[in-house]
């Protein structure tokens, strides 16, 4: 797994854990929608680390507790 595909999976099972739609998340990071959603469907593949601090900062939780998964071990380059 490539780390974009890794984040946006991360970010789905967030959203699902806490219980929020991809719309609210964009809304509560200050994302506009379409940004989330080329995020999880793979169009974007260098996301910014700003915008994973904002996606956190949403969610409330930190980067590292976002960073803390599976998913992120084994990463393809």
Do not use: W
């Amino acid at each position: 797994m490539k780390l974009h595909q890794a984040q946006a999976e991360r970010i789905l099972e967030l959203c699902n854990q806490k219980g929020i739609t991809k719309t609210r998340l964009a809304t509560l990071a200050g994302l506009v929608p379409s940004t989330l959603n080329y995020i999880i469907s793979g169009k974007t593949k260098n996301i910014k680390s700003d915008t994973i601090l904002l996606i956190c900062e949403a969610l409330e939780i930190s980067l590292s507790e976002f960073y803390d998964s599976k998913l992120f071990t084994n990463l393809e380059y």
